[in-house]
C-alpha cells in the first residue's frame, strides 16, 4: 500500500473517531454513531461488576469489539500498553490490576478521544496511567519496556499490520505478553466490499484473513500464538451494517448481505515474545 494510501486511511479513522469523541454518549459500537454493527461490540461486552464505579463517558466511549483486560492475567508492577486506547475504559481496568507499582500507557492517534480519556482518568482518580498521542505503527516507547500489550478492535483499522506487530514485538519485553481483542475474516471480502473505506472505519473491511494474522505474527517474532473467533457476525448483524453505508452502483445489497455475511468475527488474539 502507498503512503498516500495509508494516510488516506488513517486520517478518515481520526476522523471517525473524533466524531465518536465529541458524540460520545451516541456511541455504542465500534463502528460509531452512525454504523449500528449490532450485538457483539461496545460496552456491553463488559461485566457490570467492572464498570460500575467507571465514569459514563468512559463506557459509553468503549468502541471495540471485545474485552482484552479478560484476555490477560496482569500483576501488580507490570508496565502494560494500550494500542488505541480511545475513551481509555482498558487502561483504567488495567491499572487497577497492575496497583500502585505499575503504570500502564495508552495510545491513540486522536487529540479527542485523548483528551476524553483525561478527563476520564481523573474524574476515577487513577494515578498510574499516562495517555500518549501517537500511532500504532511508531510507538513512541522504548525497546523492551512493556510486559503486556492490549487492544480493542484497533488493528484492524491499521494499513500496514506488519509494521504494527513488529512494533508491538520491538516494545515487549523478553517473554511478554500480546493480548488483543479484534476483527478477523473467516474468509476474504470480495474486492468490491474491501475497498470501501467506510466499512474499513467500521472494523470490518481492513481485518484480516485468520491465517494471514498468524503469519504476520509469525513473521514478526512472535510464538505461543492463538486465535480464537467468539462472535461470527451472521446475516442480521451484516444486514444492520450494510443498511446504514453507500454501496458502488454494481453491487446489489443482496449480493453483499450473501458476501459478507459469516464472513467476520471477533476474536481473542494471544502471542508471546520468546522469553
Known sequence: ?????????????????AAAATAVTQSTSCCSPDVGAGQGFGAELYLIEQTGDLPAAAVLASLGCGNPTA???????QTVLD???????????SARRVGPTGKVFGLDMTPEMLDLARRNQVEAGVTNAEFVLGTIENIPLEDAS????ISNCVINLAADKGVVLGEAFRVLKPGGLFAVSDVVLLRPLAP???SLMSLWTGCVAGALVVEDYRALLVEAGFEQIEIEPTLVHDRGAVERLA????????LSRETALDESTGAAANAFIRARRPA
Open 71 to 77: 484476555l490477560a492475567t496482569l500483576e501488580p508492577g
Open 146 to 149: 512493556v510486559d503486556v500489550i
Open 243 to 250: 443498511s446504514t453505508l453507500p454501496l458502488p452502483e454494481n
Open 83 to 93: 494500542l488505541g486506547s480511545g475513551g481509555g475504559i482498558d487502561v483504567l481496568l
Open 1 to 17: 500500500m502507498t503512503i498516500n494510501g495509508a494516510e488516506q486511511i488513517r486520517s478518515a479513522v481520526r476522523e471517525r473517531y
Open 192 to 194: 468490491e466490499l474491501a
